[in-house]
């Protein structure tokens, strides 16, 4: 198996190195979706839901919390949104000024 390994690099070459496939611009590209913040993006659905369908979002938040742990986790994304929410005001409010 290391002969035929070694013999196709030979004829192919090594191309192991994926770093190879990108260049130091591409880190530097920017999308569409880099700014929507993942947290505020649930948040914002799970709030959305609630006044749009108040018993699917009941039963929604039960299955999340049925453990203290699921309930616990929840509670942490939607403060961590809250947090991300009020950085971004503060980072629009400094490049407006």
Do not use: N
Not at 9 to 34: H, P, Y
Not at 43 to 69: V, W
Not at 85 to 96: D, L, M, N, T, V
């Amino acid at each position: 198996m290391k002969k035929l390994s070694r013999k196709a690099k030979e004829l192919f070459g090594d191309d192991d190195d994926s770093a190879s496939d990108f260049t130091d611009d591409e880190s530097d590209m920017q999308t569409a979706i880099d700014a929507i913040d993942p947290f505020i993006l649930l948040a914002d659905t799970l709030a959305g839901i609630s006044a749009a369908a108040p018993e699917r979002h009941q039963r929604l938040i039960a299955a999340c919390t049925a453990d203290p742990s699921g309930a616990a986790a929840l509670e942490a994304l939607l403060r961590h949104a809250e947090v991300q929410r009020q950085e971004k005001a503060k980072a629009a409010a400094s490049i407006a000024e």
